[in-house]
């Protein structure tokens, strides 16, 4: 049976949900956020060494394009490193709502990358969640300031890897590609290892260990499948708005299993309610873009 939008739409909120739990997980793990992502990456990318079928890539797909992805996976590496940064500086559900911003930067990334005729309301929803962006970090200082700043790095990264998976890998095999991105990324993480504080603690604890098991095979493994198979079906700037749904489905968990709610005020709310306006505001708008066009 054919793949349909339908199907890729609901594997994706499927993966969605789950990336959302990732930011709960990345609170309860103890490691840093570089420790943390080296140990995500290393375990999916050992998970997926049988389906990968590791001899046949350079065979199959050439020096190249293994160079490309890895290079796309490095992008995933250094995005998540924002992310679990945003994390620990502010908190879970501040750095789930920066995580919205990649479809204000998928609009304008998307076009150029994957050669498509540029679409002014992807822009101009995109512009919309900026006021909701302010109102959540207008009067955060010190750690929480720049846990907003990383976190709107790690969504750049993220509209940008998403957009060059969907040049570059909707004809390939997902487990095979998750496999190269994410060896490509465990490759390249120590290399920040040097720089980090002496006391800094890189051996999981046993209390983590069960966590990033979680985190690396239900949460990365399988969701990195579900979202490439949806990449096939669905544009860059859809998938980035889907992924938007995170911060519902992760600060909903964070209310009730952390303590967010004490660190954040009524503009945290009213900020998180503009953003996600947009979310849900697009397909409608999309709907009635395409109506008017024909």
């Not at 679409?119 to 907003?148: C, K, Q, S």
Request: charged share 15%; with cysteine.
């Amino acid at each position: 049976m054919a793949y349909t939008e339908k199907q890729a739409y609901l594997e994706l909120h499927l993966a969605v949900f789950l990336w959302g739990f990732t930011a709960i997980l990345g609170d309860w793990i103890s490691l840093n956020a570089v420790s943390l992502v080296w140990w995500r990456v290393l375990l999916t990318s050992l998970s997926l060494v049988v389906l990968a079928q590791v001899g046949r890539l350079y065979r199959d797909w050439g020096r190249q394009k293994l160079l490309v992805l890895s290079g796309i996976g490095l992008l995933i590496g250094l995005h998540w490193i924002c992310f679990y940064g945003s994390i620990k500086l502010a908190n879970a559900s501040i750095a789930l709502v920066c995580m919205a911003t990649t479809s204000l930067f998928s609009s304008l990334l998307e076009p150029w990358i994957v050669k498509r005729p540029f679409v002014w309301l992807e822009l101009v929803v995109g512009v919309f969640i900026l006021p909701g962006i302010y109102l959540i970090a207008g009067d955060l200082e010190g750690n929480m300031l720049l846990g907003v700043l990383v976190g709107l790095a790690g969504a750049f990264l993220a509209a940008l890897f998403s957009c060059l998976n969907k040049a570059h890998s909707t004809e390939l095999n997902p487990q095979r590609v998750t496999f190269v991105e994410l060896g490509a990324a465990s490759l390249f993480i120590p290399l920040f290892f040097p720089f980090l504080p002496a006391e800094t603690s890189f051996w999981p604890s046993s209390e983590d260990w069960p966590l990033l098991i979680i985190l690396a095979l239900l949460c990365t493994t399988l969701t990195f499948i579900l979202s490439l198979r949806a990449l096939r079906r669905l544009s860059a700037f859809a998938t980035n708005l889907t992924i938007n749904l995170e911060p519902v489905y992760g600060i909903m968990l964070a209310f009730f299993l952390l303590d967010d709610a004490q660190e954040l005020d009524g503009r945290f709310y009213w900020g998180a309610a503009v953003i996600l306006l947009g979310v849900f505001g697009y397909p409608v708008l999309k709907r009635s873009f395409m109506r008017n066009r024909v």
